[in-house]
Every structure is written in structure tokens, then in C-alpha cells.
């Protein structure tokens, strides 16, 4: 809402600088957007006529003229070449600072001085369409009465500020500028000074010839139906006044009567419709729902198919407008109209918004009566309407206002306890207080007993029903600011994190200590983004959930998987010449409950990984790729120190995305909970990947279950640990997990650590064999191994390999 | 004989000022004092000597012996000295070539500042609550008295996935989640971070971004509680100079409801760029808990009230790092994530 302060002032006694006003207004809870000076740049702009002119002695295309700003003449030196003596143009005096970003000061051009300049339309940002053609180059020539040294803002009228309100929803009364006068005097404890007919009653009109029949079939939709008869119809131009208000407000002028109806909707809040009475069937106006399959060419030439949802205004046969949205074309006022029916009505909001959203169309009238309109005013609007008819000569209303008004809505009242107030808001004030902050907002306030205020609320505050909405207008009118800061007093409570949460963060350090950078991807995601995977249509990720109503294609579904947007994430780093990475994301994956979507999706919490490229060399170390072990020891890592017991890795070569010799399953208690490997050579094309990468994924809620294994402490050995390597050849195909396994087991508990610390193939070692060493490190707790207890043991760990995978000893 | 010790004690001391190194004083130990050393070859002479001169010799041996030994272990000292203070002086090393390389990943700005705003509330006593980021209708608008069709529901325009499953807009469901779990203990004292997602995109609005939702519902919570609690939120987070100054807004779910403004961390409410001029900064939205939404999440309204507050990850990480572009946040360059 636009409300022009001069506007304003006629309906407030109101007098602070318009800054001061906004702030006022926003801190009570009416938010002012935007102060605009509209005369900005127009400052030392001045209306002036030239009195005399001659050609510049030194240059062809120069004029010096001689021009009175209503002070002393002033002479300037101008290059246009459409002026005459006795025009009045604007003048822009010295110190004007124009819109264009000019300064004027005084100058001399090729030798003559020049105080001021004449302006043109664009010189002081104009609208072109406001003004005749011939004036729109060169100076710009005003009408021949306007008045000389008059400043030129003032002049256009435009000498003004315009308030721009950021209404809340609940705040639509304020769309009016009555509504907004009344507002500004509950807040500045200004004077009120209303016309009569913002409250008034039904006009008292001649009877006209032609009678309107009204009738509403949905009073559930349309609470209130006003419509009143204006005959002898003159469609013409407004005036002036009513066109700067209304341009101020941020609309055009049309004629005379569309302008009526748009400037009582700026005062009172009030959309109105105007329908050519003579196109009426039956001279009748029916509210009623649309049949299905009914159309409608709206005022703006579309055709609409209806259905029963949606309320029209209709005569006695079709549908003649979108109630409350927009006018259809064949009743629409045109030069030729003669009567005009002229509508004033209460829709229910929540019906209009969805026609118009179900429509897509949208209007100043729709966006009104979503927000709610004020039922009880209606007459008083006709009543307006009426007077600005016969003031500015556009036709002739007559009586009586046809009026159907099937279910009155009781008035609000409200029992305000004031003890709440004080509870609520934290205050301590006294009952006078209370009803000194609550008066101005003009409503009558009665005690009914000691700490009970009863409100008796005017119905063009819709928003008041509640004790609490009360609460609220005695806080913002108070002021927040004269609320002071305490604690809440209750109970004691503990703030802690609870174990998965704990887990998830600890997470979060873990792989950031690993070398890993956190990233935040969108959780939607595009049909295209796992076919660059390769995956098949039967894949379990390809279940994603759609959107009803997606920004673009690639954010139209729900992420099923964190690789898509990690593999994402890389490439767009590798376009930028990021080509080194070690990247993680933490977050939820989306899946359907069920194929009809009537229940709450499943939300699966994942950790997801990827590296490529390299470590850098530096002085003291060498470059060094990234690779599967490098990732796999990030999750050992992860797993050790979330306390994850029973995690291990299996050979999966059945992930389509994944190289099939270089990926493992991640078991989590048994069951697989994610992998970790190489992408496919496939995919690393289809991201245009410079080289390997390695990802990995894993599923939160298991990870979790088995974490937070409790640290236990077992007593350090008091006897002596010895150590004995042992290096064996084995097939190349046996996993060297196997052969870790059997050593533990072949060793039992006096073998306290075997630690793998080479493995070679090439050749030393005979084809089809590699060559595996342990650490294995000896001891008890109960004695010191003697040499011959070890190496029985280390014996039997030797002879338990060669029969269980023929390794052969090295030496 | 007696000169001879004389001599050859002048002359192993003569020798022994001329030795660098530990084995040649070692050497020149054995040639003196060894076994079959100068001085052992003399006294092996002793036989031919007079029983009266034989003690007077004898002590004098001892004591050149004895001085001898004396001088041995003083200059092997000094040389054990001097070796160390070498090798100290060969071992020196650059102390100011770079350290060994520890590859460390960075944390995401988003994630590091939900982390410190987390640990604030902890330590007022608050949980972390989590809700479904896809909600029904219900949860994301119905209980939190938005019904449908209502023009509140312009204020964020929504994803859905079907009529009554949508990508919840806002955190605020998770009020109405904790209540109902909670339901009849007292008090709620919760926060609830996470993703929300509306239909916005464009350089100050992103399709997806992060709130951090609280709810405090007790017996008689008041407003000026809510002041208390976001003034020491603003003063941990943006620093112990902040003020804080609630504006009147507009929830469906609070009343009154106020949007927070903290005094500006770069200028201290003097007016700058980043303030635009105004020395205050727009941080959060909050309000009273509507009696509606508290009715909804099964509490009595006339027994217990509550306030409500949410506020933008983004925001909030974007004042605090001076971040100028929401985008970066989402562009996940690794340039960009170094730096946190």
C-alpha cells in the first residue's frame, strides 16, 4: 500500500517529518517498506518564463536566454532549439542536484555566463507518457498559466512523500487509507479527522427508472451483495487532483468513473466492480456458484472454463464476472454505456484465493478480498461512490441501494484480563494504563469488573477476535522496546546433545580430520542425475519422490543418494581447476513409504565421501595419490572412534557405478550399511573427471546402532611384549583379511597385535603368489614368555597357514 | 729414576695439551698409564733401587700416577665436551622449513555456525529436537494455525510432493512435533535446526536453505523472557556489546510475534554499509506461542504459554564470516571451504 502523506494529513492531524512517521509507525507494528520523496531531484526546480532570447555570439546551436524565475531575471545559455520568447519551461536554478545526476551551478559557456538550466522530460526523470508528444524533446513547455517561480514540484503536485506499508496478512485493513488515518492516530495520538461518509449510511438517492434485483444463492461465499444504479452515464476525464493520487498510489488513470472506483478503493479498502447494467439478462445480478463446464471471457480476453468451486456474478442466464477476481468482457463499461450497475460486496476470502490461484489470475480486487474486506461498510462506500459520481459530473446515482446482506456477522467483543496482559508480556501495568494504550484505537472499553476490560471492537479491525490478538495491540502500542529482558524462572533443565546426535557431530570432526571438507549439497536433485551413474530402472535409487511443482527439471525430485550431488559438487571444483579433493557430506535421502505417497516419506540419514587427485609432494614428503585405501582409512578411522564395533569390508563387484575389482561393501554388524571404492571408468567420463576418484556412502542409522561402544580398561601387561616377523607367499587372489584372521585365531589371546607391514607382488615373488609380512607381537599377562614358548606358537601360526592356504614361508 | 718420572711427567703433559680428540688421549693413556706402558716400563726398574729409595720412588710413581690420571679424565672431559657441543652445532636445522603436512578438511561455514548456535542453547539448558523434512500440511501449516487458503500461506510458497505432503517450509512443524511428544511435562525447552525449502531462488533467496527453530513452553513464560533469552543469544554469538530491539510482525503461529533486530557487530549501531545505515540488523523472527498452536500441541492455553523464535543458518553465518553471496554457501568450492 502507497499512502501519500499529504493524503494522509487531510485525514489526520499529523505533523512529523514523514522518516520520523515510517519509524513510528514501523516500531507499532505497521512496517513502512520505503519513504520516497517524489519530488526528489526537483529541489530548486522552478517554473520560469523566457522573456527574451538571442543567438550565442560565438556558437551557431546556442541560445542565451533571458528568463524570470520570479525573483531578478536570470540569464542562461541553452542548445535547444524549440523554444520561443513567452514560453514557461522548468528551470533548474543553481544548487539543484537533478534526477539525472546533474549539479547546477553557475558556468560560463564559450564566454557567456549561463545561471541555471532549462530542462527536458528525461532531464528530470519524467514519465514520457504523461505528457504530450511535442513536449517530449527539447525543454519541456508548459501550459501558459502556470504560475512563474513556482517550485516546480509543486506545480505538478507531486510536492509530496509516499509511504510504502508492508502489510502482514493480518493487517489488510490497512489497504485503505481511512484505515491507515486511524492507525496513524492510534499510534502518534494524532487527531482523527474524518470525512462523514467514512462511516456513513445509506445514501439517500432519487429514485432512479431502471431497478437491479440481487440475489445470492451461496451465503457461505458472498456474505453481503451491494449494488447501486448509476444512470446517465458520462464517461470523460478526471480531474487533476484525483489522477496525482491515484498515480502516487501507483495507478493510471483510465476515466472518470474506473478512477471513482479505483480512489474509493484507495480510501476505504473497498474493491468495486462496474458492470454496463444494459448487458444484464433480466436486469438481475445472481451470486452464485459455477456450473461445471460454464465459461467466461474475462476482461482481459481470455476465455475461463469454471467448475463448482469458484463463485461468479451471474444475470439471469450466464455468468457476467469472477466474483471478487475480475469482470467479464461483455458487460464491461465502455464509452457507450449508459447505466452502470456498481457493485460493492463481501466475498470469503479463502474462496476467491483459491479461484485465483486455481485460475492463475491474479488482481488488485482479489488480493483485497483474500485478505478480507470489511462487510459492514458497504453503504458507506456506495455512499462515497455516489458523491464523487455527481461531484465530478459522471452520472447520476439513484435509490435505493439494493442491499442483500443474508447472514449478519455478530460485532466482536472481547473480555480483556489484564492480569494476563502483565503475564503474557512480562509488564506490570496498572488497568488505567492499559485502557489509556487500548483508547485511541476508538473502540468503545467498558469494565466489567476490576482487571476485566470488555472491547467492544469496530468491524473494520477483522483481525481482532482473541484476547490474545488484544495482548498484542496493547504490546506493539506500549512499545516493545519498554519490555524489559528477563530468564525463565521454571525448572532447571539439562541442554545436552542426545547419542546420535553426539555421533552425527562427532562424525562431522572425525572426517574433517581425515582430510575431508564438508560440503552442502541441494536435497533436490534432476530425472538425468543417476543416468550419468548408468544406473538401471529397477534400481532402488531410481524410486525417487517427485515434486508436484519444481523451480527447473534438475531440482524436480528428491535425492535418493548423496553421490549424484558429491560427484556434482567435484566436477564443477575440476572446472574450476580444483582438481585435488577430499570432500564429505552429511544429510537425509529421501525414499517413498508407500506407492500412493499417503503416508511421510522415509528419511534416511547418509555419510558420503569422495576423494581424487592428490596430496601434494612438499619438501619432506612426496606427492601422493589419492586411492581406496586412503578413503578406507578415513571410515577405520570413523569406525574406531565412534566406538562402531563389528564394522568390516567385502569385495562387491555388483555396484553398477563402481569399479567391480575395487569396491567393497561396508558390513556393519553383518549387514551391508554402504561401500567405499572407485567409481567406474564410466562414470569418471560422464563427470568429465581428469581421474580416479573414490567414494563412499554409508547408512547413518546403522552406522550409529553399532556405535558408542564403551571404552573398558584392560590392565597394561607388566611382562615384556617380544616381536617376530613373519613373511609368507600366498595366492594372489586371497584376501589378505583371511590370512589375518587365521593368524588371530592360530595365535589366541597371547597374540596381542598383528600388524601387516608389506605386501609385495613382482619379481621376487613367483607368478600368481604375493608376498605378504606380519608384525605379530607376543606376550602374556601372567609371565614372561620364555624363547621356546614363542616360538612354538609362532610355529604353530605357520603351520595353521601352510594348511589352511599352502602359504610358504619366506626367509 | 726420580728424573725419569719427572721427565715423564713434563712430557705426557706436554703431549697430552697437544691432543684434539678423545682416541688419540686414549692412545696416549695406554702409552703413559697402560699395562705396558712408560710408566709401568720405569717401575718395572724398581728391583735396582735401594730399599731406602724404593717407598720414597714408590709415592713419587704414585703421584705422578695419580696427576697423570687426573689430567687424562680432565681432558677427556673437556674433549667429551667439546665433541658434544660439535655435534650440537653440525645438527643444527632450519626451524623454519614448514612442519609435517597433516591433511585437514575444513567444516562448512552452514554447519560450524548451526554447531556454535547449537552449543549457545545447550548451555541455556535447551534440546535439539529434529522433525521430517518432508512434512504433511498438517505439521508445516494446519497446526500451526495457517489453515488452507489462508493468505499467511503466500508468505512462503511451497514445494509439494502430493495435495498434502510437502517440503516443510519452515522448522516450526517441529514445535508442534516436540509438543505432542512431550505432552504433559514441563517445560518444553527445545531447539530444532535444519534444512527448509521454499520456492524462492535468486541471489538473496535460495530454494533450500537452514533454520534454527526454539520453543520454550512453561508456566508463566512472558515475552520479556523471550528478550531475555535472544538478548544473551546475540551476545554470545555476535559479541557482549550487542542489543537487541524487537519489532511488531506477523506469525500465524505467534502472538504478538516481533522480528529481532541486533545492534550492528561491524559499526555497533553507528550506521554503515552493512546496516544499511540503520545500526540494526535483521537476525530472526519470533513471538509468543499462539494459543491455537499451543492447543494444538496438547497443552492447555490457560495454564502454560511459550514463546517461539526462528532464524536463518544463512543469514547468520553470512554477518558473521562477512560473506556477501548467498550463493557461495551452496557452491561448495573448495576455495570457498578452505576457509573455515
Known sequence: MRVGYKWLKELVDVNLEPQVLADKMTMAGIAVETVENLAQGLDRVVVGEITAMEKHPNADKLWICQVNTGSEPRQIVTGAQNLKTGDKVPVALDGANLPNGVSIKPAKLRGVSSNGMLCSISELNLDPADWPEESREGILILQPDAPVGQDFAVYLGIDDYVLELELYPNRADCLGMINVAREVAAITGAQLKLPPWADGAEPELPAGEKQVKVSIEDPELCRRYTGMLIEDV????????????????????????????????????????????????????????????????????????????????????????????????????????????????????????????????????????????????????????????????????????????????PPVSISLNTARVNEVLGLNLEDAQIESILAPLGFKLEWTEKGRLQVHVLPYRADLNLEVDLIEEVARLHGFDKIGTTLPSGNTTLGKRSEEQKLKLRARHLLANCGFSEVINFSFTGPRALDRLGLPPEHPWRQEIKLMNPLRDELSLMRTSLIPGLLETAARNVSRRNVDLALFELGYVFFPADKEMKSLPEEAYKLAGLAMGVIPKAWNHPQTEMDFYFVKGALENLFGELGADNCSFAAAEDIPFMHPGRTAAVMVRGKKAGFVGEIHPDVQESYELPGKAYIFELDGSQLFEASGARAEFAPIPRFPAVTRDMALLVDAEIPVEKVYRSIRRAGGNLLREVRLFDIYQGAQVPAGKKSVAFSLVYQSGEKTLTDEEISALHNKIKKTLDQEFGAELRQ | MEQQLKSLRQEAEATMAQVADLESLNELRVKYLGKKGVLTGILRNMGGLSPEERPKIGMLANQVRDALEGLFSGKEAELKQKAKADRLGREKIDVTLPGRLFLQGHRHPLSLVQEEIEEIFLGMGFQIAEGPEIESDYYNFEALNIPKDHPARDMQDSFYVTEEILLRTHTSPVQIRTMEKLFPSLPVKVICPGRVFRKDDDATHSPMFNQVEGLVVDKGISLADLKGILLEFARQMFGPERQIRLRPSFFPFTEPSAEVDVSCMLCGGEGCRICKGSGWIEILGSGMVHPHVLKMGGYNQDEVTGFAFGMGIERIAMLKYGIDDMRYLYDNDLRFLRQF
Not at chain 1, 464491461?332 to 457493485?343: F, P, Q, S, Y
Not at chain 1, 470489511?374 to 439513484?398: H, T, Y
Open chain 1, 234 to 409: 458520462r464517461i470523460g476525464d478526471s480531474p487533476a487532483w484525483m489522477k496525482q493520487r491515484l498515480a502516487a498510489a501507483g495507478m493510471r488513470s483510465i476515466n472518470n468513473l474506473v478512477d471513482i472506483t479505483n480512489y474509493v478503493m484507495l480510501e476505504m479498502g473497498q474493491p468495486l466492480h462496474a458492470f454496463d447494467f444494459d448487458t444484464l439478462g433480466g436486469g438481475e445480478i445472481i451470486v452464485r456458484r459455477a456450473n461445471a463446464g460454464e465459461k467466461l471471457v474475462t476482461l482481459d480476453k481470455a476465455e475461463r472454463s469454471l467448475d463448482e468451486s469458484m463463485l461468479v456474478i451471474a444475470d439471469s442466464q450466464v455468468p457476467v464476472g469472477l466474483a471478487g477476481v475480475m469482470g467479464g468482457l461483455d458487460s464491461e463499461v465502455i464509452d457507450k454505456t449508459r447505466t452502470i450497475m456498481l457493485e460493492a460486496a463481501h466475498f470469503a476470502g479463502a474462496n476467491i484465493r483459491r479461484t485465483s490461484r486455481s485460475l492463475g489470475l491474479r488482481s488488485e480486487a482479489s488480493l483485497r478480498f483474500e485478505k478480507g474486506v470489511n462487510a459492514a461498510n458497504l453503504l458507506a462506500v456506495q455512499g462515497r461512490v455516489a458523491e464523487l459520481v455527481l461531484q465530478l459530473g459522471a452520472g447520476r446515482p439513484v435509490g435505493p441501494v439494493v442491499d442483500s446482506y443474508p447472514v449478519q456477522v
